[in-house]
């Protein structure tokens, strides 16, 4: 029997297979229940008891051979498949998943765009500011309610230092350094101490804009917001100013579009009236241009300012504001086809 074992062993040590049948017949040659392995498990019965150790050993010890063996076997078949398989170098390569643009970004920079074709650049400000560039320069008188503890973020108990409440903070800064003409956009993050809710937030974005030259009239403010309503909300979108009060325009105007929703028949969206507003604009004030140091006798200009939420939400009918802080990927991916 021990003769036997041994030569069962050297013949599975020698063992090839060039495929997995080959090494199905091999496994089942050796180690099915009919095999030979096992065949040698049914003769140890006939094995006199003080063998049986010594042979109950060897018998394991092939057995476990033999199964090492059809495992190497097998391994080096699978790795073979594997490095034979064709790799197809003609494979137009997968595409990256690149992330998208946040709504907001979109249409700041549509807005942007849009305003750059008339001749429009961008200037940007700080967001901590003090009170004569949000406020003093723009003539809020002390008393405003804009200063009050309940719209403006003071920081730390020092009044004169604040997160700005609109960019025209901006709109001061360049007036101060920059002689006109003055053809200016300014976008940016704003902050107003409100409760947060579906319609409120304590910070927004807005857009707003400044043309300061000789000779700047109502006219060129109404005409360069008509082109910028039509381009930004479709050539059938019209226009409609109504009076309004900044303390930093003189006149000043809300600026309403035919609901792009409704086509201006009426929908909840605008309140049946067919119309949404849109932004404050008016002629700047004399006073602004003095306190900047602009003549006003020698220059007139315009302003307008915009809120990039209220267009986004005409734009893509977002109907909670706290969606574009929440970063939650399943609303940005929304966004993924636009450009
Ligand atoms: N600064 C104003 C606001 O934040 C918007 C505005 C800008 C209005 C320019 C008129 C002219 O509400």
Redesign the pocket.
Known sequence: MKEKIKQLANEISALKASDIEELEAIRIKYLSKKGEVSNLFNEFRNVPNEEKKEMGQLLNQLKETAQEKINTLKDALSSNAAGTQKEDLTRTAEALKLGTRHPLSLVRNEIIHIFSKIGFAVAEGPEIEDDWHVFGALNFPPEHPARDMQDTFFIEKNPDILLR????SVQVRVMEKQKPPIRLLFPGR?YRNEAISYRAHCFFH?V??LYIDKDVSFADLRQALLYFAKEMFGAETEIRLRPSY?P??EP?AEMDISCNICGGKGCPFCKHTGWVEI????MVDPNVLKNCGIDPDEYSGY????GVERITNLKYQVKDLRLFSENDVRFLEEFEAVL
Not at 165 to 168: A, V
Not at 303 to 306: D, K, L, N, S
């Open positions: 409440t609109h960019t025209s704003v807005q707003e804009g900044f930093f325009t000043s932004l404050g604009c008016g302003a307008f300012g915009m």
